[in-house]
């Protein structure tokens, strides 16, 4: 890499053919507003409740059509498909008491903005038999539940609960219990239903690339695998659960394997020494990402601030000293950006705890910048570079189109500042900086080969899907090394 223009035009160049390749194939996700609650269902009992006035509301239901061939890499003797693609879709396929026009999963979050949701998946089409149309499309946009299933939150996700929309006709019914959803969907006669219990919660999930994406009847139901965890953060790992669901949609576990054990400083972005890590987390909603993206911020300003400084003890030349000192003020104003994002979309970013520097060395430094700079922060800015391209929300993608600049620049800095160093160290040192940074690649790989990400973080933020993160991340470590 001769210059920033050479970076920069070979992430803008990524990035594109990324996000060009993606428009073909990309589910189109929902982001809901706080408009009214009009609509919006109301205490009772029952798990299950109607927005329409006519008809009776009885039993729903929805199919959207037999599964094609799977997209795992993967599969049981004797087994039906539950994905038909490299993502799992939870409501395709499904099949359900009634036969309904359209079925809706959300995700609505609490002590925030009243009525501030998201699609998790969805099937059918809205309204398709409705006698008045434009009313029942308006209905459907305006319903909201203060009921629902809780889904697991940890780290900066704000608490939530998941509902289910189930549209026939003018009825809009809401299922909002997990007893309900299977009420809906027994006795189980399919993969599909059987997959859609075992991950509403969101504890489990279906991964339709590394590991068999189908289910097979066995034991008096449908055995399948999902899978748990990540493998970002401390005292956390990937986990593969061989689950049987019955006919009546009861679930067992038989076993579960560690397929990965997690990295404890895992980190997209340049991170201090000593920074405190937070609780371990589920799949990150929207406003879970931006906090995320905040702390990380935030934690990057220290990081930078004390690089200066030890840059210029050290005698480095003078323009490195100032680049370190320019990215701290740029990764202060990215903290605040993103923080205003994070609480747009209902999260509070937690503060970054950072613990006491130590006298380094050249080489101490030069190795954390081989990890942190030259790998963890130049994919960084390729993702921010994604992200100001595939955004589809307006403000996110002004905001990252400024951060994706900005870590462009970062990201060259590193790659002088390595420069740098190599030429002031023996050769087994040089030696070990290239085997780190080449060690941060391959971890990197796995990272974002295990990364689940929710619709509604792809389509808002513009975040890369698993099999888009693998293919970025696979043409910048070519580049590098060419």
């Known amino acids: ?10 992430l803008a160049t990524l990035a594109s053919a990324s996000v060009v390749t993606a428009c073909g194939g990309a589910t189109t996700t929902d982001l809901g507003g706080s408009s ?10 029952s798990g299950s409740t109607s927005s329409s006035s006519g008809g009776s509301s009885g039993s729903t239901s929805s199919s959207s059509g037999t599964s094609g061939a799977s997209g795992s890499s993967g599969t049981l003797p004797g087994s039906e498909a539950i994905c038909t693609g490299k993502e799992y879709a939870p409501l395709e396929g499904v099949t359900t008491k009634g036969n309904a026009d359209y079925l809706e999963l959300r995700d609505e979050w609490e002590q925030v903005t009243p009525g501030n949701f998201s699609v998790v998946a969805k099937a059918g089409t809205p309204c398709a038999t409705a006698a008045d149309a434009v009313t029942c499309k308006a209905n459907l946009e305006a319903l909201r539940s203060a009921l629902g299933w809780r889904t697991d939150n940890f780290g900066n996700a704000p608490p939530q609960h998941r509902y289910l929309v189930v549209n026939k006709g003018d009825t809009i019914d809401v299922v909002t219990s997990v007893a309900d959803l299977e009420a809906l969907v027994t006795p189980v006669d399919n993969a599909k239903d059987a997959a859609l219990l075992v991950t509403a919660t ?10 068999p994406s189908a289910a097979r009847l066995a034991n008096g139901g449908y055995q399948l695998f999902a899978e748990s965890g990540h493998t970002c953060g401390p005292n956390t790992g990937l986990d593969e659960h061989d689950i049987t669901v019955g006919t009546d949609g009861a679930q067992s576990v038989a076993k579960t394997v560690r397929l990965k054990d997690g990295d404890p400083n895992c980190a997209i972005g340049r991170v201090p020494e000593g920074l405190a890590p937070i609780a371990a987390r589920p799949v990150e909603t929207l406003g879970a990402h931006f906090a995320r993206i905040a702390r990380l911020e935030s934690a990057s300003v220290t990081a930078f601030e004390r690089l200066a400084a030890e840059l210029a003890d050290l005698g480095a030349p003078a323009e490195l000293v100032e680049l370190a000192r320019t990215s701290a003020d740029d990764e202060r104003r990215h903290a605040d950006e993103t923080s205003r994002l994070a609480r747009r979309f209902g999260c509070e970013p937690l503060p970054a705890d950072i613990g006491p520097a130590r006298p380094r060395s050249l080489y101490e430094i030069a190795l954390e910048n081989a990890v942190e700079g030259c790998a963890r922060e ?6 921010a570079t994604h992200q100001a391209l595939a955004a589809g929300d307006e403000d996110v993608r002004a905001v990252m189109a400024g951060i994706a600049e900005d870590e462009t620049r970062h990201a060259w800095f590193s790659l002088e500042l390595h420069r740098w160093a190599k030429s002031q160290l023996p050769a087994a040192q040089r030696f070990e900086l290239d085997r780190a940074h080449a060690e941060a690649m391959r971890e990197l790989a796995d990272a974002v080969a295990s990364e689940d990400v929710r619709d509604d973080v792809r389509a808002v933020a513009g975040h890369p899907s698993r099999e888009q993160a693998s293919t970025l991340l696979a043409g910048l470590t070519s580049a590098l090394a060419a």
């Open 202 to 211: 969101g504890k489990y999930r279906i991964n339709c690339e590394t590991h």
């Open 36 to 45: 009214s609650g009009a609509g919006s269902s109301s205490g009772g009992s």
């Open 378 to 383: 130049t994919y960084g800015a390729l993702v």
């Open 1 to 10: 890499m001769r210059s920033l223009s050479d970076l920069r035009f070979l």
